[in-house]
């Protein structure tokens, strides 16, 4: 399967700024979705976001998708420390019903 | 409570020895995946099952076996043919096969070698 790319591998903010990460990927894609992990720990689900929407909103958390430019983007906004954790982007390709996972940015945000 | 359960956290294997990772979840999901997850490089697909009794290779299943007899638990073997195994190992499963699910995953193994 392609992998999705992420930009940055890695971000450092402070406590309040806003973190903006991004994924590219290659293939038309039916959807796309977000996870957040922890150190050690499992993924977990954050946003999905359909081939037909632009935009999704959760709390702090809002989700683009371009399908034009085959990218989209992960904005956190007032991050918090417990924000801290790594990004991944996952999307299911044209046809393919196994989600295709990026390598992931890292976020650290000091308080 | 509703989730996904692995065991061991942590797993050390011997050379020229198999071991195996659990899996059991209680979601009443249908579809379950073994992802490997090494540094760097993101999640890459093992072995997934849409249903009981079946099961399919993903994209690096030399060296792994799995199997599925029962709906909630969905084993995976480390075979001793899998040269480079250290690894944090990654299951999850969806509600159905065939839909645009969120995945949900357990809280992972990590195996090294001794």
């Known amino acids: 399967s392609q992998q999705g790319e992420e930009d940055p591998q890695a971000l450092s903010i402070q406590e309040g700024e806003n973190a903006t990460m991004n994924c590219s990927y290659k293939?038309?894609?039916?959807?796309l979705q977000w996870y957040r992990q922890n150190s050690g720990r499992g993924l977990v689900h954050l946003i999905l976001i359909r081939s037909n929407e632009r935009e999704k909103h959760s709390g702090r958390l809002r989700v683009t998708l371009d399908t034009s430019k085959k990218s989209s983007s992960l904005l956190i906004t007032a991050s918090r420390a417990a924000d801290t954790a790594s990004y991944f982007c996952?999307?299911?390709?044209?046809?393919?019903?196994?989600?295709?996972f990026g390598r992931g940015t890292s976020l650290i945000v000091h308080p | 409570d509703g989730g996904i359960t692995q065991s061991p956290k942590y797993l050390f294997r011997k050379e020229g020895q198999n071991v195996t990772l659990s899996c059991e979840q209680n979601l009443n999901h249908d579809a379950m995946y073994w992802y490997r997850q090494d540094p760097g490089q993101g999640l890459r697909l093992i072995y997934y099952?849409?249903?009981?009794?079946?099961?399919q290779k993903g994209d690096i299943a030399e060296g792994y076996s799995v199997s599925r007899e029962k709906k909630e638990s969905f084993p995976l073997t480390v075979t001793s043919a899998q040269k480079n195994p250290t690894a944090f190992y990654l299951c999850a499963s969806t509600r159905s096969w065939g839909f645009q699910e969120t995945q949900y995953f357990g809280p992972g193994t990590r195996l090294l070698v001794l």
């Open positions: 099952s849409q249903i009981v009794n079946d099961f």
């Open positions: 293939t038309s894609i039916n959807n």
């Open positions: 996952a999307f299911l390709a044209g046809g393919s019903y196994i989600p295709t």
